[in-house]
């Protein structure tokens, strides 16, 4: 059984920093691009960041470029969300997601797992 668990959310104030990470188990976690999508109340699914599978390429989100650092570690089936210079406007439900591709895309449905979320609330 695959899971995705994430953790590392919380409230924090506009310009802090916060680490989100996704421990994955139940599948060869290096064969798996992971992204990391967030969604607000009322909100589509928004994409923030990728990975490949051996963590050679990045991409980002616009809105977060310049920000946020994703990265894995292979060694222990994690993946990680360095959020820098928080706004407001990045607070909602952080999740994780794998792909059983070496490349991953921006586009939720094509992730084959997801995580359950965690929250992240920036105030001004």
């Known amino acids: 059984q695959v899971r995705l668990v994430e953790s590392g959310g919380g409230l924090v104030q506009a310009g802090g920093s916060l680490r989100l990470s996704c421990a994955a188990s139940?599948?060869?976690?290096?064969?798996?691009?992971m992204g990391w999508f967030r969604q607000a109340p009322g909100k589509d699914r928004q994409f923030v960041a990728l990975?490949?599978?051996?963590?050679?390429?990045?991409n980002y989100a616009d809105s977060v470029k310049g920000r946020f650092t994703i990265s894995r570690d292979n060694s222990r089936n994690t993946v990680f969300l360095q959020t820098n210079s928080l706004k407001p406007e990045d607070t909602a439900v952080y999740l994780c997601a794998a792909r059983m591709r070496g490349i991953g895309t921006g586009i939720p449905s094509t992730y084959d797992y997801w995580g359950q979320g965690t929250q992240v609330t920036v105030s001004s």
């Open positions: 139940g599948l060869t976690f290096s064969n798996y691009a």
């Open positions: 990975i490949s599978n051996r963590g050679i390429n990045t």
